[in-house]
T-cell receptor, first 109, second 115 residues
């Protein structure tokens, strides 16, 4: 069945560092891909999405490109801030929405 | 516009009891999905409703059930509660089924503690 694998955390970075969180997926067809972010005590928020191969999703300085040839959707940000500290989830939707295990990011001043 | 509203935010129940959780989706969203979130298992899909029909169901026992009303509001029910049912239950709504193309908008969740 469909599944999402993302890099295990936790990830700790200094402010203004470059961020990459790896995500790969397994699907039978052509899923839509998403990144969600969860802040403490809250539900998940949609961060960005891509609905077809080679699409690039972007929001708030975060980017991810839908790579069908490598079945990947890695999240990147050029310069992280303390306020980016949260848990990040990669997800795909084909028959239902499937989520990765989440990667906790902590950004230190 | 109003987001996804889940009630109650917190709930404490005793083993063996039953519980009903409520979710009001964003106006115009016809798809409502439910997830269970625990530290050990992460986010696990419970079920999805679209226009009052259950479209898909996750791998949970029959004690977990749900329904969707004509105004798209949804409820989920858990009967004969077990300690392992303690979790954050998240509801999500979308314009399209399975969140395709649009993604989900999540509520803040209901934190259920079974004692």
């Amino acid at each position: 069945g469909d599944s999402v694998t993302q890099m295990e955390g936790p990830v700790t970075l200094s402010e203004e560092a470059f961020l990459t969180i790896n995500c790969t997926y397994t699907a039978t067809g052509y899923p839509s891909l998403f990144w969600y972010v969860q802040y403490p005590g809250e539900g998940l928020q949609l961060l960005l999405k891509a609905t077809k191969a080679d699409d690039k999703g972007s929001n708030k300085g975060f980017e991810a490109t839908y790579r069908k040839e490598t079945t990947s959707f890695h999240l990147e940000k050029g310069s992280v801030q303390v306020s980016d500290s949260a848990v990040y989830f990669c997800a795909l939707s084909e028959y239902d929405m499937r989520f990765g295990a989440g990667t906790r990011l902590t950004v230190k001043p | 516009k109003a987001g996804v509203t889940q009630t109650p935010r917190y709930l404490i129940k005793t083993r063996g009891q039953q519980v009903t959780l409520s979710c009001s989706p964003i106006s115009g969203h016809r798809s409502v999905s439910w997830y269970q979130q625990t530290p050990g298992q992460g986010l696990q899909f419970l079920f999805e409703y679209f226009s009052e029909t259950q479209r898909n169901k996750g791998n949970f026992p029959g004690r977990f059930s749900g329904r969707q009303f004509s105004n798209s509001r949804s409820e989920m029910n858990v009967s004969t509660l077990e300690l392992g049912d303690s979790a954050l239950y998240l509801c999500a709504s979308s314009l399209g089924d399975r969140g395709l193309n649009y993604g989900y908008t999540f509520g803040s969740g209901t934190r259920l503690t079974v004692v």
